[in-house]
């Protein structure tokens, strides 16, 4: 696998930064290629655990090359603090790379993204509120700054004077808040600039030098298919593209350095936020995931959404990302459970017709009025947080990774039983 990205293949949330740390171990470069600290990777290894939000996974290894890639948008002082605790747990960061041409994000985004939301009010999409949409926007509209303006700051002068006076009449006149003081910004971001500079680098250059070494690369991407501004749930959706066709841009790579794409597939189905969601499950059944799985956000702390695995879902996510493989991840949230039902196809009633999709709806009106349609299996009693091989799995477990993998129509390599980096069946 020497260019393999890792996608998730739901609304976020499917477990990709303990496949990242899995299969970093044999790599020599980890790349996050979009989104900003609206995401969260929790790894458990022997040192405890550690939340990520901008930091690539495989920052973990001394021998990984930890890259941010073009595509994110950077908040400095959540990138600082990350760096900044990783060193106070003996990890000196020497391994981490950022790219000069990724955006950075300003308090002023913050403040509009906070700002839009509560105007917003019920029709909220249900954002972070940590500006990553209007940052996004201003890289679109050619107004961003960029990690590489923190090492000049003279055109950082510049550039904060051109945006601020127009956010700041934004804030005050549109949404009746606050502005931000240049100076205020401009003194806290020539101090982000003195932490970071030893970590900007020309990271596509690097890239390319690594495989042309034949090094294995992982390019990790944040959030998941549904939640992509082009193909998800929109408007509840993120403000990038986390489909395995973005790692090339947001990475700065061409698409033929690509060998294989993995999919991360939880084993039933999560969504923080607002927006349909098919399957969603309410009362014990749905507590059952919360508790078991522990659903609650990296990011935000806020209660998952929790129902049973969509396949009509995972068919679309192997068909955008072209999908070589899939890990499924938190099978063991699934034992005790008399049955396990999964979701094969849609009903939509219209007009007093009835029709049924094994597809993905063509039109966002059709989802939110699509019906699941569930098939049952039988389920399993045993503790399977102990095997390491598929033959020590439960045959009904061995029977639902099965049609999983049939259903999608590729392979399941990985399989993790617990949170736990060992804690994985190879396939």
């Known amino acids: 696998m020497p260019a393999t990205i890792v996608v998730g293949t739901q609304w976020g949330d499917e477990g990709k930064g303990r496949v990242i740390d899995n299969l970093a171990e044999q790599s020599q470069m980890v790349v996050r290629f979009q989104g900003g600290n609206n995401a969260g990777h929790t790894i458990v290894n022997e040192a405890g655990e550690f939340k990520f939000h901008l930091i690539p996974s495989g920052i973990l290894y001394p021998h990984v090359t930890a890259m ?4 994110v948008v950077i908040d400095p002082r959540v990138l600082c603090q990350e760096i900044d605790a990783l060193k106070a747990r003996g990890y000196d960061c020497g391994n981490l790379r950022i790219s000069s041409n990724a955006h950075l994000i300003m308090p002023y985004h913050i403040l509009l993204d906070s700002a839009h939301e509560t105007q917003l009010g019920k029709r909220k999409i249900g954002t972070t509120r940590r500006g ?3 940052a996004y926007t201003d890289k679109a509209a050619r107004l961003g700054i960029r990690v590489q303006d923190l090492t000049d700051k003279k055109i950082l002068r510049q550039k904060l004077d051109t945006a601020i006076g127009e956010k ?3 804030l005050e006149k549109v949404y009746n808040s606050p502005g931000v003081d240049p100076f205020e910004v401009m003194e806290q971001y020539a101090h982000f600039a003195d ?3 030893s970590y900007i680098a020309d990271t596509s250059l690097l890239i390319d030098k690594a495989l042309k070494r034949g090094e294995k690369v992982l390019f990790e991407g944040a959030q998941g298919t549904m939640l992509d501004i082009d193909h998800g749930t929109y408007p509840f959706v993120t403000s990038s593209n986390p489909i395995a066709g973005a790692a090339c841009v947001g990475a700065g790579v061409g698409p033929t350095a690509i ?3 993995i999919g991360v597939c939880k084993a039933y189905t999560t969504r923080v936020g607002e927006g349909p ?3 969603e499950l309410d009362g014990a059944l749905g507590d059952h995931f919360v508790n078991r799985g522990a659903e609650y956000g990296t990011t935000t702390g806020r209660k998952r959404r929790c129902g049973w695995l969509d396949l009509v879902v995972l068919k679309y996510a192997v068909r955008l990302n072209g999908l070589t493989g899939l890990a499924i991840t938190k099978l063991d949230v699934l034992s005790n459970l008399d049955q396990i039902n999964f979701c094969s196809m849609y009903e939509y009633e219209h007009d007093g017709a009835c029709e049924n999709f094994t597809d993905f709806p063509p039109h966002q009106s059709m989802f939110y009025h699509c019906r699941p349609v569930y098939q049952t299996l039988p389920g399993w009693k045993e503790d399977i947080s102990g095997a390491r091989k598929l033959s020590e799995l ?3 477990a061995r029977d639902y990774l099965k049609l999983i993998s049939e259903e999608a129509g590729v392979p399941v390599r990985i ?3 617990g949170p736990g980096r060992d804690e994985t069946v190879e396939m």
């Open 394 to 396: 439960p045959p009904e």
């Open 277 to 279: 969601f098919p399957t």
């Open 132 to 134: 990553i949409g209007p």
């Open 415 to 417: 399989v993790s039983v």
């Open 195 to 197: 932490e970071l500079a």
């Open 68 to 71: 941010i890639g073009n595509g």
């Open 259 to 261: 060998d294989e794409v």
């Open 168 to 170: 700041n009449d934004l």
